[in-house]
């Protein structure tokens, strides 16, 4: 993480696996908080519907290239 070439992470889990949830929480946290990276957290179980992972699938990824375009963007302004 400290080369700053990760635009995100997907951390995918089991809805059925208690450490999945504690681990995938504590990495939230840390990957937020300490570097600032955008972080999307899915639980996968039987009754999972394809359509909720497309749209926060998409979602994320706007927000990925809204960070890209708004760190490509240089204030004329300082």
């Known amino acids: 993480m400290e080369n700053k ?4 992470i ?4 089991s809805f059925g696996c208690g450490p999945d949830s504690l681990i995938g929480e504590l990495l939230e946290h840390r990957v937020m908080r300490e ?3 955008p972080f999307l957290y899915l ?3 039987e009754h ?3 359509a909720g ?5 998409e979602a994320f ?5 809204g960070r ?7 204030s004329a302004h300082g």
């Not at 070439?5 to 995100?8: A, P, R, S, T």
Request: net charge negative.
């Open 5 to 8: 070439k990760i635009d995100g």
């Open 10 to 13: 997907i951390h995918v889990a």
């Open 35 to 37: 570097y600032k990276v």
């Open 43 to 45: 639980t996968l179980d």
């Open 48 to 50: 999972s519907g394809e």
């Open 53 to 57: 992972f497309d749209t926060r699938l």
């Open 61 to 65: 990824l706007d927000i990925l290239e």
């Open 68 to 74: 890209k375009v708004s760190e490509s963007n240089i």
